[in-house]
């Protein structure tokens, strides 16, 4: 697609519950990052895509979360039994290489999946 | 390991005077730099990105930043704030361990005045 397409953009759910978020980053991107941003945290790094596999889960802030991409393209992030901490706006980026450096490629991001968990 | 400190949480300008927002880098070599910018309910969008190839970058919407590798700054600068400048800015450097990882600063709220 043109930009990185992010669902739900909103999610409101109950303590307790689990939630998916999606992301469907742009085509023939090889790389697809995950980020949360929260009040007062700033923007933090969950994992990192480079095809299918996630050389960099460091981000992930516990067992309850995870993630996975099909096809090379689109990705999931679960979050299980979702906490009242977990309320967040879960961005997703994704850019043609994972190189770095000079060549560093841009990272194009979604407009968030906004989860309230009351 | 790479770091940004961004200076200020908030900034309020009135309309038509400059915009500066400061931006310190913590790195073992002269590393690729970003701005970002992030309007209200909408995604991050890149502002400009230092590569080496010029100290002073152009960005859109008439931004620009100078790498002063001597003073570990990267601010951004505009002439004259317009109304639709107001947002939240980050500076952003890349993770040096082998891929495309960003770091981002705590971001600077601009607020414009008529």
């Known amino acids: 697609g043109a930009g990185v397409s992010q669902s739900p953009s909103n999610k409101v759910t109950e303590k307790g519950k689990d939630v998916e978020l999606r992301c469907d980053p742009i085509s023939g991107h090889t790389a697809l990052y995950w980020y949360r941003q929260s009040l007062g945290q700033g923007l933090e790094f969950l994992i990192y895509f480079q095809g299918n596999s996630a050389p960099d889960k460091s981000g992930l802030p516990s067992d309850r979360f995870s993630a996975e991409r099909t096809g090379g393209s689109v990705s999931t992030l679960t979050i299980q039994r979702t906490q009242q901490e977990d309320s967040a706006v879960y961005l997703c980026a994704s850019s043609f290489g994972g190189g770095i450096g000079k060549g560093a490629n841009v990272l194009t991001f979604g407009a968030g999946s906004r989860l309230t968990v009351l | 390991a790479q770091s940004v400190t961004q200076l200020d949480s908030h900034v309020s300008v009135s309309e038509g005077t400059p915009v500066l927002l400061r931006c310190n880098y913590s790195s073992s070599y002269s590393p690729s730099l970003f701005w970002y910018v992030q309007h209200p309910n909408k995604g991050l969008q890149l502002l400009l990105k230092?590569?080496?190839?010029?100290?002073l970058v152009k960005g859109i919407n008439g931004f620009e930043a100078e790498f002063k590798k001597s003073e570990t700054s990267f601010h951004l600068t505009k002439p004259s704030a317009h109304m639709s400048d107001a947002a939240e800015y980050f500076c952003v450097v890349p993770f040096s361990g082998g891929y495309n990882k960003l770091i981002f600063g705590a971001g600077t709220r601009l607020a414009v005045h008529p």
């Open positions: 230092y590569t080496s190839a010029a100290t």
